[in-house]
């Protein structure tokens, strides 16, 4: 699975919108992009997965860049809750429901 | 609800004992995972098992051994416990596109 680039940190006032970029220049074609995060003292949680097209869902909505080669995770509206690390992930179409390989990520803070 | 749960949130060991993490998940997932979670190091696999009886090195396997007997558990063993064990421990069940985390195990081996 190939590897994708985060910002370490960013910030967000509540309520604002969020868009959280990833790099993954060297996608292959059947490589899925997945988002975990982590809350603080928690284990990580599914975000979001996608292909080619853009996916919503409950949680958040996830932009897909025409070449594939970045992401970005858009929390509509951003809650204290939402402080957490992102994780961006490449999956390959044969390790479905295998092992995630995760970066540093990305540490969301939300300020009131 | 999927339900990853683990046998303790905290334990404190002593170097040289042997430990057991126990992980139960609810959902008749076939595949699970061992990880653990270090500052500055990310989250790093120990042991996946793809089926009872089964099982295959993660990055880390070094000190460490599993036990799958049961498709619904899956266990992470210490043989002897050293310092650098030291470590929040995360287990994991999963279906082709999510991974289900539990909420983890904070070991501290003095």
């Known amino acids: 699975d190939a590897k994708t680039t985060q910002p370490n940190s960013m910030e967000s006032n509540e309520e604002e919108p969020v868009h959280l970029p990833c790099n993954h220049s060297t996608i292959s074609g059947t490589d899925y992009i997945h988002w975990y995060r982590q809350l603080p003292s928690q284990g990580p949680e599914y975000v979001i997965h996608?292909?080619?097209s853009n996916v919503n869902n409950r949680m958040a909505s996830l932009a897909i860049a025409e070449d594939r080669k970045s992401s970005t995770l858009i929390l509509h509206r951003a809650t204290l809750r939402d402080a957490a690390v992102y994780y961006c992930i490449l999956r390959g179409l044969y390790n479905q429901g295998g092992k995630l390989i995760f970066g540093q990520g990305t540490e969301l803070s939300v300020k009131p | 609800d999927v339900k990853v749960t683990q046998s303790s949130r905290y334990l404190v060991k002593r170097t040289g004992e042997k430990v057991f993490l126990e992980c139960v998940q609810d959902?008749?997932?076939?595949?699970m995972f061992w990880y653990r979670q270090d500052p500055g190091l990310g989250l790093r696999l120990i042991y996946f098992?793809?089926?009872?009886?089964?099982?295959e090195k993660g990055d880390i396997p070094e000190g460490y051994s599993v036990s799958r007997e049961k498709k619904e558990r899956f266990s992470l063993i210490l043989e002897s416990a050293s310092t650098n064990q030291t470590s929040m421990y995360l287990c994991a069940s999963s279906t082709p596109h999510e991974q289900y985390f539990g909420p983890g195990t904070r070991l501290t081996v003095t």
């Open positions: 996608g292909l080619t």
């Open positions: 098992s793809y089926d009872v009886k089964m099982k």
């Open positions: 959902m008749d997932h076939e595949n």
